[in-house]
């Protein structure tokens, strides 16, 4: 298959939303940009064409997709019963990246939600990604934009290097703006559990709504399946360095290996030592770290590392979303 890519411009935004909008109605997949990472995206109502999806990215056909939706009508074509604490959450966060669970309504095929009677419901915020739902007049389901456990696609490069001859369309908006998905949460009349924690962070939830947030770790809580497989990962061994010592004991061991390793820094922390380096900013901003690290993850394999030291990070804010990523990445190296 040819696969056009189109470099999004103030230009030929019309144009593209049509191409694109078309694609999609005629059961076809496309990759469009979102302000999380890229999504891979079909008409969440036609089964055939949510099976394309599961077929180019190579993903278990029980691992549920994302439907995403321009707003709270079109919300309500999607699932049903909705709490007033989801509607509470979706006007705290949305447009944005969170992603609620809700019951399933009957126009949502169970090829889209892996055969369950839920559905994660999302409101993008990125410009194109919401013209293109309106467009196309259907809910979108899209995954992140990457070959099942690969790290989620977050700029051109990386949806070239999966998806050149696999799908029809790609649609390039530059870099995504936050680089890790969406923040998955269900909730129960007592409490908002976290499946995934992601771009918007537990602090922030707590201080929007009046309920205790918890993470789904105990047996009660549904846990989102697609935790369960290999994600995020690069050819690379990941090794997580808890300080400075650690870390440039590591970069000696590699040197007298001669072992070939990349190194994510803060700037304020930059080893002295000759190492290929990505920077990360400053440690006080974990933004930086949230919008590069699936892009550094990559080019530390084009670049031939073997091994990548990443810095450990505190559990709070971005940080929680950070090391759920990296270690779900150590663990499948
Ligand atoms: O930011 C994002 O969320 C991106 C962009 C494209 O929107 N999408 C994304 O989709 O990350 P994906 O498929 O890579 O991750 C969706 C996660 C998976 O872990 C999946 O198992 C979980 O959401 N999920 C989807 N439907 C679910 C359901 N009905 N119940 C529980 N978990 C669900
Ligand atoms: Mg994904």
């Not at 909008?21 to 990759?31: N, T």
């Not at 924690?197 to 922030?204: H, L, M, T, V």
């Not at 440690?283 to 030291?309: C, P």
């Amino acid at each position: 298959m040819d696969t056009n890519i189109i470099r999004l411009t103030s230009e030929n935004t019309t144009d593209t939303l049509s191409e694109a909008a078309a694609l999609l109605q005629r059961g076809e997949i496309v990759v469009f940009p979102t302000e999380t990472v890229y999504g891979l995206g079909a008409d969440a109502r036609n089964p055939e064409a949510v099976e394309k999806i599961f077929e180019a990215k190579g993903r278990p056909f029980d691992n549920p997709l994302i439907v995403h939706v321009s707003d709270t009508t079109m919300l309500e074509s999607v699932a049903h019963d909705i709490p007033d604490i989801a509607y509470a959450l979706f006007d705290a966060f949305s447009p944005g990246p969170l992603t609620i669970i809700l019951p399933k309504h009957p126009s949502i095929p169970y090829e889209t939600t892996g055969n369950r009677e839920t559905v994660a419901v999302r409101i993008p915020s990125h410009p194109f990604a919401h013209a293109l739902i309106e467009r196309a007049g259907t809910p979108i389901a899209a995954p992140s934009a990457n070959r099942s456990g690969k790290p989620s696609g977050t700029n051109l490069e990386a949806l070239e290097e999966d998806f050149t001859g696999i799908v029809p369309l790609i649609i390039d908006a530059g870099e995504s703006t936050y680089g890790l998905e969406s923040t998955v949460v269900h909730v129960t009349p007592s409490d908002i559990v976290i499946l995934r924690p992601g771009a918007i962070s537990r602090e922030q939830i707590a201080a929007a709504v009046n309920l205790p947030v918890r993470d789904a770790k105990s047996s009660d809580a549904p846990e989102a399946p697609g935790m369960r497989y290999r994600h995020y990962a690069p050819n690379a061994q990941v090794v997580i360095t808890r300080n400075l010592e650690e870390r440039d004991r590591q970069i000696q061991e590699a040197h007298r290996e001669g072992l070939p390793i990349a190194v994510l820094s803060f700037t304020e922390e930059m080893p002295h030592a000759e190492v290929p380096v990505f920077p990360l900013g400053s440690r006080t901003d974990l933004s930086v770290y949230a919008h590069t690290l699936y892009q550094y993850l990559r080019e530390a394999d084009r670049m031939g590392a073997v091994r990548i030291l990443v810095p450990e990070v505190d559990e709070e804010g971005l940080g929680a979303a950070l090391m759920n990523r990296i270690r779900k990445a150590v663990k499948s190296t």
